[in-house]
C-alpha cells in the first residue's frame, strides 16, 4: 500500500511578504490522514480555515489566491508545488498575513522546511485523481490541457523574447518518472531571465522550468496526485484554474482511485504525487 504522508513535526518560519513586504510568520503542522493541505489565518480574530481546493480559487492574478469565510491567502503555488513535489498529502499551514511570503521566489526554502520538519506515513491509502479523457482550455493564444498518461508529465511551451530578433518558441517536457522535482525543478524562481540564460541562473531554461513549477502547485489543487500529462502554451493560474474547474465538471473525465486500483506499479504510483525521485 501506498500510504498517505504528513509532517513528522512542526516547523516555524518566516519570511517577507511579495505584495505587502511585511513579515509574515508561517507554521507548519502535522494533520490527520484524509484533511488535506488547509491554510489557516491566525491574525484575523478566530482562526480561518481554507482547505487548498479548486472550490476555494478567489482570484488567479497576480498569484493563486484562495479564501474562505472572508479570508484570503495569496501566492500559494510555490508552497503547493513543495507538498506535491515531497508527497504531502495532509497538513496545516498557519499563517500571520494574507499571502504566503516570497522567500528566494522558488519552492527551495518550501522543500527544506518540510524536510527539517521529516515526513511521516499515515495508516490510510493514498489516493489519485487519474485523467480519463483529454480536457482542452483555451483563450487567445494560450492554451492548457490534460490527457490520460501512465504516470505524471508536464510540458510548457512559452514564446519568449530576442534580444537579437523576434520571439521564439521553447518547450520543456519533464516526465516526472524520470525527473527528480528537488534537483531538477524546486529551485527555479518566479523571475528567471527570459532571454538567454544568464549569469547566475540555477538552471538551464529556468523560466520553463518555473512555469512547470507553479503549474505543479496549481495542479495541487486537486487534492490528489495527477495520474495524467498536462501541457500548455503561455498558460497561467488563471487558464491552469479553468482547466481544472473544466475537467471536475466532466465526471466521466476523471476518476479517484488508489495505485493498486490503477493497475500501477508502487513506484509509478509514488512518482505521481511524490515527485522528488
Known amino acids: 500500500m501506498i500510504r498517505q504522508r504528513t509532517l513528522k513535526n512542526i516547523i516555524r518560519a518566516s519570511g517577507a511578504g511579495l505584495q505587502s513586504g511585511e513579515k509574515i510568520v508561517l507554521t507548519l503542522r502535522p494533520a490527520p490522514a484524509d484533511t488535506g493541505i ?6 484575523v480574530g478566530r482562526p480561518v480555515e481554507i482547505p487548498a481546493s ?22 500559494v503555488e510555490h508552497m503547493l508545488s513543495a ?9 496545516i499551514i498557519e499563517l500571520s498575513a494574507a499571502e504566503l511570503p516570497v522567500m528566494d521566489g522558488s519552492a527551495a ?16 491509502p493514498r489516493k489519485y485523481l487519474r485523467v ?4 482542452r482550455v483555451e483563450e487567445g493564444g494560450k492554451w492548457a490541457k ?3 498518461f501512465t504516470g505524471f508529465k508536464v510540458t510548457f511551451r512559452v514564446d519568449l523574447p530576442d534580444r537579437d530578433g523576434p520571439g521564439r518558441g521553447r518547450e520543456l517536457c519533464v516526465d516526472f518518472s524520470r525527473t ?5 525543478i524546486s529551485r527555479a524562481r518566479r523571475h528567471a531571465g527570459t532571454v538567454a540564460e544568464r549569469s547566475g541562473s540555477r538552471y538551464e531554461d529556468e523560466y520553463l522550468k518555473h512555469r512547470i513549477l507553479a503549474a505543479t502547485g496549481d495542479l495541487k489543487l486537486l487534492r490528489h496526485g495527477v495520474i495524467g500529462a498536462y501541457s500548455a502554451r503561455q498558460s497561467g493560474h488563471a487558464l491552469n484554474h ?15 482511485l488508489t495505485f493498486g486500483e490503477a493497475g500501477m506499479t508502487p513506484r509509478q504510483a509514488a512518482l505521481c504525487d511524490a515527485l522528488g525521485g
Do not use: H, Y
Not at 83 to 91: F, P, V, Y
Not at 109 to 124: N, T
Not at 242 to 250: H, I, N, P, Y
Open 54 to 75: 479548486v472550490e476555494n480559487v478567489v482570484r488567479t492574478a497576480p498569484s493563486m489566491v484562495l479564501g474562505r469565510d472572508g479570508a484570503e491567502v495569496a501566492a
Open 38 to 43: 488547509v491554510l489557516r489565518r491566525m491574525d
Open 109 to 124: 526554502p518550501f522543500v527544506f522546511l518540510i524536510q527539517s520538519a521529516g515526513i511521516q506515513e499515515q495508516d490510510a
Open 83 to 91: 507538498c506535491a513535489g515531497l508527497g504531502i498529502d495532509n497538513a
Open 242 to 256: 479553468r482547466l481544472m474547474r473544466t475537467l471536475l465538471k466532466d465526471e466521466d473525465a476523471w476518476e479517484i
Open 132 to 135: 480519463r479523457k483529454a480536457v
Open 180 to 184: 527528480s522535482f528537488i534537483k531538477e
Open 146 to 148: 490534460l490527457e490520460p
